[in-house]
């Protein structure tokens, strides 16, 4: 089936558009590194478009009507956004659903240590990742502390100019003949993915009178103490504050514009930030939908969907229950109603296809960056374990609305059969029985420090989205 390049299709006041999209989307990437910082990032925005924290609404005892945009946040880690159609709510909602975690590095509760001159803080991985990539780039830190008394450190040091990065070393090539023997998945140990974060010990100001005094005087583990100063000095936390921490290890520096012609952004995080930030802009542009929109932004679909702020979680559900409840249209029965009656994009990215690894695809039914935003009926692995399979009936519908909303798309799978595979939250939103299907934009070098991505398929992603909010 003949393809066309996005790119060929633009005429120059909307190349422009697409530029302008691609800059907001960069200082979304580039201030939205953890989950944290992207829901705080959304909420500050969406709150100037009309916005308002649900809960606050209910302390005045407003009754929702159509119109009104709510929002809900769950433990400051994942967000809700709702728009109140004119139809009842029995008919379902349009729901638009992205993920805000990425894979990284986190820091372990007791992690702070020194060896062979060194300050470390150990960490673990969170998400799918080829290790090996994580060594010798700047890493940044990002995350909260929080101390006994309830107070919250925020903590962002390796992103300004003048801050300080960190690293995890790696052997030099010169000694490396036996780890280069190593399969890819053991180059790296997952307890070898050790932060650097210190190499001066903590000076003694004493001066002592001779030699052997001095050396006395010397500071066991001084590289540990000199850091542990410094969090004293400027974030007022002990070693033992650590406990209560979480602090993620993320590539340090901004989003780029990559190519000659600045037609793609190499970045962290475009899983599956790509699809969060097209997800709630296009709830932003959609002010007159019949059906009630909304924009699920979810946390740990990295590593399975699952805690109190997976998609696996109640959140999402109760939270629908409290919606209907302050429009006074809420029964079980009308519940169950409202979601087996909704239809969602699960909003995730998919593979893009890379030349240089050309067999690692069907080349006929894989998404080519540049081409615009991309479907996968079915995502999951081998057998589709694991996935949901959209029906034809809503493909068609899909189609229709794409189509007359002139936003390319394609259709894809993940890469050739029996090779691997993924999953996203679409299954778990099936369970309720409304129609699903997989959404978002291609992507190279997936889960890597570094991944790329097509200006034009974001582009058309959203203008997709926005379709699909008000038509389907």
């Excluded at 691609?22 to 590194?33: E, P, Q, S, T, V």
């Amino acid at each position: 089936m003949e393809r066309k390049s996005a790119w060929t299709l633009y005429s120059k006041t909307e190349l422009k558009k697409v530029d302008a999209y691609a800059k907001a989307y960069m200082d979304f990437l580039n201030k939205g590194k953890t989950e944290r910082e992207c829901t705080d990032y959304i909420i500050n925005e969406i709150e100037r478009e009309g916005y308002h924290e649900f809960e606050s609404l209910m302390k005045k005892k407003k009754k929702l009507v159509k119109g009104d945009k709510v929002y809900f946040c769950g433990m400051n880690k994942t967000l809700l956004m709702f728009q109140i159609g004119t139809a009842p709510m029995e008919e379902g909602m349009n729901i638009l659903g992205a993920h805000i975690d990425s894979p990284r590095l986190d820091v372990k509760q007791n992690p702070l240590y020194e060896d062979g001159g060194f300050a470390y803080l150990d960490t673990h991985y969170y998400g799918g990742i080829k290790k090996y990539q994580w060594v010798t780039i700047p890493l940044a830190i990002h995350g909260v502390v929080v101390k006994k008394d309830g107070t919250t450190v925020i903590v962002n040091v390796g992103e300004e100019e003048d801050d300080p990065v960190f690293f995890i070393s790696d052997l030099l090539i010169h000694l490396a003949s036996e780890q280069m023997e190593k399969k890819g998945n053991k180059v790296v140990e997952g307890e070898a993915l050790d932060v650097i974060i210190a190499n001066s010990p903590l000076i003694n100001q004493s001066k002592p009178k001779d030699k052997e005094k001095e050396k006395k005087a010397e500071e066991k583990e001084a590289v540990k103490k000199n850091v542990l100063a410094i969090l004293k000095e400027y974030y007022q936390i002990e070693e033992e504050d650590f406990h209560s921490a979480e602090l993620e290890i993320v590539p340090a520096g901004k989003a780029r514009e990559a190519g000659f012609d600045r037609s793609m952004i190499l970045s962290y995080g475009h899983d599956d930030r790509v699809c969060a930030f097209s997800s709630y802009r296009a709830m932003l542009e959609v002010n007159d939908a019949r059906r009630t929109t909304c924009c699920i932004l979810t946390d740990k679909e990295e590593i399975g969907s699952v805690g109190a702020t997976g998609m696996k979680s109640r959140f999402f559900e109760n939270s629908v229950a409290e919606l209907m409840n302050a429009m006074g249209c809420y029964s079980e029965l009308a519940l169950r109603r409202v979601l087996a009656n909704s239809f969602m994009l699960s909003s995730d990215v998919t593979s893009g296809f890379d030349p240089l690894y050309a067999s690692s695809f069907d080349k006929k039914n894989v998404a080519m960056l540049g081409y615009g935003f991309d479907f996968c009926k079915f995502t999951g692995s081998r057998g589709k374990s694991g996935s949901n399979d959209a029906n034809a009936e809503y493909l068609g519908k899909i189609r229709k609305i794409m189509d007359d909303a002139g936003a390319m798309y394609q259709m894809s799978e993940l890469g050739k059969v029996d090779l691997g595979g993924g999953g996203t939250i679409a299954y778990i939103m099936a369970l309720y029985g409304m129609n699903v299907i997989d959404c978002g934009v291609p992507v190279m070098n997936m889960h890597a420090p570094y991944e790329a991505i097509s200006k034009a398929d974001i582009y058309e992603n959203k203008k997709g989205y926005i379709a699909f909010l008000k038509n389907a």
